[in-house]
């Protein structure tokens, strides 16, 4: 199994920026996809980038501000936020999967942006 631990989060004027990251462990040998997800208060969790052998996705919200990496070696990725905007408000989570299975959450990292 997976485990997933993500750090950075805080409270950030808008237009400012944050790094996220997620150090995951066990059997990451398995891993194909990792990825942030955030949930708002509120609102359902939603996708908000990926990475797959290199190969990035964005949701429509954060493209060209957020940029998704990944170190492999460290079994480590990275969501460099900037131009934050108060509705990037949320706990931010960590998502790691392979072939017919995904690891569980972990406890996430809040962002706060202020106005």
């Known amino acids: 199994q997976v485990q997933l631990v993500e750090s950075g989060g805080g409270l950030v004027q808008a237009g400012g920026s944050l790094r996220l990251s997620c150090a995951a462990s066990g059997n990451t040998f398995s891993i194909t996809t990792m990825g942030w997800y955030r949930q708002a208060p509120g609102k359902p969790r939603e996708l908000v980038a990926t990475i797959t052998d290199g190969v990035t996705d964005y949701a429509d919200s954060v493209k060209g501000r957020f940029t998704i990496s990944r170190e492999n070696v460290k079994n480590i990725v990275y969501l460099q936020m900037n131009s934050l905007k108060p509705e990037d408000t949320a706990v931010y989570y960590c998502?790691?999967?392979?072939?017919?299975?995904?690891?569980?959450w972990g406890q996430g990292t809040q962002v706060t942006v202020s106005s």
């Open positions: 998502d790691a999967r392979g072939y017919r299975w995904v690891a569980p």
